[in-house]
């Protein structure tokens, strides 16, 4: 089993990324942010809950995100290993997942920490809103999210280099190129 979070500020190429990583490597794919936007589509408790304060560029509560990712690991089971994106966003949001790995016996083998300066991420997010038909790609959410990035997610990476998990992936340039570095990453530790 092999089991992979893919790390990086909003607009790292997470999602581009992962599509790649996943076919590659068999990997069951979960991105929270997929999923609440889900919920919010199809207007369920939770993504009501979540509306405002994610359309806003904050983040949801960890209670919320935690047990979405307790349910789809209990729903995948029989998974060859999980790729995880944008989750943990806090570092009470990693305690938990070491502790769902313990309780469903699994292992976190790696963290690829997708690494682009935050000009060009803004840049990036705005031109990715124009199609996305995301209700957060845009200027005023997109700030938001930064500040939330450096203030709680950032902590996370110093988490997961004292559990000497982390690595780091230059994220700019060819699609192609930070796939094979991510590739040589994971042909390492796996
Ligand atoms: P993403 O698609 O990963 O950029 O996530 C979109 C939005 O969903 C984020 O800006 C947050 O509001 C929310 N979100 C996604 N993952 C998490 C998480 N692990 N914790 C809290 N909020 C999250």
Do not use: W
Not at 73 to 91: K, Y
């Amino acid at each position: 089993m092999l089991n992979i979070i893919i790390f990086g500020p909003p607009g790292a190429g997470k999602g581009t990324q992962s599509t790649f990583i996943k076919e590659r490597y068999d990997l069951t794919y979960i991105s929270t942010g997929q999923i609440l936007r889900q919920e919010m589509a199809a207007g369920t408790e939770i993504g009501l809950h979540v509306k405002e304060i994610i359309n806003k560029g904050g983040l949801a509560s960890d209670e919320i995100v935690t047990s979405i990712i307790e349910k789809f690991i209990v729903n995948h089971r029989d998974s060859s290993g999980f790729l995880f994106d944008g989750f943990p966003r806090t570092t009470r949001q990693a305690e938990i997942l070491d502790e769902l790995f313990r309780k469903y016996d699994m292992k976190l083998d790696g963290v690829l920490s997708l690494e682009v300066p935050e000009e060009m991420l803004i840049d990036r997010m705005l031109k990715r809103g124009l199609t996305s038909g995301r209700d957060d790609d845009n200027i005023e959410s997109i700030r938001y999210r930064f500040i939330d990035d450096n203030t709680k997610t950032k902590p996370v990476l110093d988490y997961y280099q004292n559990k000497n998990v982390l690595h780091d992936v230059n994220g700019i340039g060819e699609i192609e190129d930070i796939f094979a570095n991510i590739c040589k990453i994971i042909d390492s530790i796996a």
